[in-house]
């Protein structure tokens, strides 16, 4: 059995088979930093941001030293010699890019917009810091362009998000998937496997919580331990139990297999800098753990959202 949603005989939802069957060719993102902070590093929400955070989320995004055309060209030009003639999708990633007044946010989108190739945006942020007059913009920028909005979430218990300094609530996070989706817009999710103290039933529970939401997509990220972050200084204190490759393929599959089909998996591991990574250093075969992940699936011979019917039902 071939699975509906992937051009290369994966057993989930791929980002490229979703992208190839909208725009009907190769879609590349090109990841910017547009100079926006956080509510959680400012002092609005919080100081010193989410303890495992090193750059605002934003490691491979473009130099914020640069303005926006010369980052998207630069990383358009190096990632060509792969896909020569492939579109782009605009990544807001560094930070929290919808922190800023609707008048900034205007002319940065819109700026990029107008960037040869470009089909659409997606904008990476905290479900905390978008307005009533953001949504009202993005409503209307989503009627315009193709939209994407990724809100952080990493995990559904109150514990975990308090040890990990998150500043925000999973009822803000629910409300605010909620609004979007009246909106029409687009919703992609970010969690992170392998949180100290969290069980594999609590990972678990995390994707049958975002099962049950309007979501379009979701982003599955094992924890990185990276030098000069508070998590980091954790580690070296408790050194708590950091998930082997192992474990993490076996947490990843049963998370798939809880998902409903049409949930598009925009990420399936990290992608941590070699340089910067404490543990774990099986982080840095990224491509191994992918593959990992298939051979896996094929041996149990189970696919995405195997489980979710039933888990609807209950």
């Excluded at 959680?40 to 989320?57: A, E, H, L």
């Amino acid at each position: 059995m071939k699975f509906k949603y992937s051009l290369d005989n994966k057993r989930y939802h791929t980002l490229n088979y979703f992208l190839k069957s909208k725009f009907h060719t190769k879609v590349m993102k090109i990841s910017l930093n547009a100079g926006f902070n956080c509510p959680n590093i400012d002092g609005t929400k919080g100081y010193g941001g989410c303890i495992y955070c090193s750059n605002g989320s934003g490691d491979f995004a473009g130099k914020k030293e640069e303005d926006l055309k010369t980052q998207f060209y630069n990383v358009k030009k190096m990632m060509e010699k792969k896909w020569p003639n492939a579109k782009c999708i605009a990544y807001f990633q560094a930070n929290t890019n919808t922190y800023a007044p609707v008048n900034v946010l205007k002319e940065k989108y819109e700026s990029v917009l107008n960037f040869d190739g470009v089909v659409g945006l997606d904008i990476a942020t905290r479900s905390d810091a978008i307005t009533d007059e953001c949504l009202d913009y993005l409503e209307e920028l989503n009627k315009r362009t193709f939209l994407i909005v990724e809100l952080g979430l990493q995990t559904i218990h109150d514990r975990t998000s308090k040890l990990i300094n998150r500043c925000n609530s999973l009822d803000n996070f629910t409300d605010m998937v909620k609004k979007l989706r009246e909106r029409k817009i687009n919703v992609v999710v970010h969690i992170i496997n392998g949180l100290p103290g969290e069980t594999k039933e609590d990972m678990l529970e995390t994707v049958k919580y975002l099962n049950r939401l309007d979501i379009q997509g979701i982003k599955i990220h094992m924890l990185s331990v990276v030098k000069g972050t508070p998590l980091a200084k954790m580690y070296e204190e408790n050194h708590f139990h950091v998930l082997t490759e192992k474990e993490y393929v076996d947490i990843v599959i049963n998370q798939l297999e809880l998902l409903r089909e049409e949930i598009v998996i925009n990420r399936i591991t990290g992608d941590p800098k070699k340089e910067d990574l404490i543990e774990p250093n099986w982080l840095l075969k990224k491509f191994q753990v992918i593959d990992d992940i298939d051979k896996e699936m094929v041996k149990r011979n189970v696919y995405q959202g195997d489980k979710a019917e039933k888990l609807n039902s209950n």
